[in-house]
């Protein structure tokens, strides 16, 4: 299985989980863990499993995945099984009482990254074979909560699971 794990990181958090992930799928050989600015086009060729990992930035992953998967031509994921996952905070964590009423109503609307991520790469043809998953960090800067570096590399088990 050729697999390519690709993110973007702001404090390094989401890059934990990719590597995670990464290092979870299978024999070395044939897994490569890219940060979004390093992925070459070349690097799609022959794929059989593309995950794409971003931090949630206001509801959204970052412009650099953004700019990614925009930037795969369409049906460039024909016959490539996809999966997508970001960090995010829990907003059960959000000290305020005010604050946290209004982030709640504000993801009910506008939900975390992982889900436009696998929507994109489902319309570029990708076939998903696992629900958009979320990691939680603590804080905005992380680090990430108690268990999700052991989480991811279950999550990454089950979506090698289901190829
Ligand atoms: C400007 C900014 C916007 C953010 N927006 C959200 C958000 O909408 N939802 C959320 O759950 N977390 C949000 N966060 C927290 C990030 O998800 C968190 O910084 C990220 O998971 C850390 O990952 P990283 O270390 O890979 O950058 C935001 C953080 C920053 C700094």
Do not use: C
């Not at 050989?29 to 600015?37: D, H, M, Q, S």
């Not at 209004?102 to 975390?112: A, E, W």
């Not at 990691?135 to 190829?163: C, I, M, N, Y």
């Amino acid at each position: 299985m050729k697999a390519l794990v690709v993110y973007d990181s702001v404090f390094g958090n989401t890059e934990k989980i990719a590597l995670a992930v990464g290092n979870s799928l299978g024999p070395k050989e044939n897994i490569a863990t890219l940060r979004v600015g390093d992925v070459k086009p070349d690097h799609l060729n022959a794929l059989e499993l593309l995950i794409v990992g971003s931090p949630t930035r206001a509801f959204r992953p970052t412009k650099a995945v953004d700019d990614f998967l925009n930037g795969i031509p369409s049906n460039g994921l024909k016959g490539v099984k996809v999966a997508a996952f970001d960090t995010r905070i829990s907003t059960a964590d959000v000290r305020s009482s005010f604050l946290r009423a209004v982030l709640s109503v504000m993801v009910r609307l506008f939900g975390y990254a992982a889900k436009p991520i696998a929507d994109k790469l489902g319309k570029k043809g990708g076939s998903l074979i696992a629900p958009p998953e979320g990691f939680f960090v603590k804080d905005s800067e992380g680090p990430l909560k108690e268990g999700e570096l052991e989480r991811a590399a279950k999550w990454a088990r089950q979506v090698t699971g289901a190829l």
